[in-house]
Nanobody, 127 residues
Framework: QVQLVESGGGLVQAGDSLELSCAASGRTFINYHMAWFRQAPGKEREVVAAITRNPTTRNYADSVKGRFTISRDNAKNTVYLQMNNLEPEDTAVYYC????????????????????WGQGTQVTVSS
């Protein structure tokens, strides 16, 4: 199993940047595909970005393409989300999620397909 702890959220202005980090416990982080999801008040949880366990494949929501970058450092058991040119519509609680999968390099994008979650970190973007 893996435990996930997010950090890096905060209150910023439109156009600013933030980097979220997600630290994973355990020695098998490399066996997990990882993703960032977000959930705004009154909305469903949606995928923001996902990355395969050996970081050869990345996938982004259309709304963040060109602004957000997901990366991971398997030596540090950490996944990152660099968010640039933030918009008020990016305001949400951001969650790190992991999916144990040692057989496939296929990225899954539904929240039900991830079994491990962090507690979330609030990102608020003011206009």
């Amino acid at each position: 199993q893996v435990q996930l702890v997010e950090s890096g959220g905060g209150l910023v202005q439109a156009g600013d940047s933030l980097e979220l980090s997600c630290a994973a416990s355990g020695r098998t982080f490399i066996n997990y595909h990882m993703a960032w999801f977000r959930q705004a008040p009154g909305k469903e949880r949606e995928v923001v970005a996902a990355i395969t366990r050996n970081p050869t494949t990345r996938n982004y929501a259309d709304s963040v393409k060109g602004r957000f970058t997901i990366s991971r450092d398997n030596a540090k058991n950490t996944v990152y989300l660099q968010m640039n040119n933030l918009e008020p519509e990016d305001t949400a609680v951001y969650y790190c999620a992991g999916r144990l999968d040692i057989f496939s390099q296929r990225l899954r994008l539904g929240p039900d397909e991830y079994g491990y979650w962090g507690q979330g970190t609030q990102v608020t973007v003011s206009s």
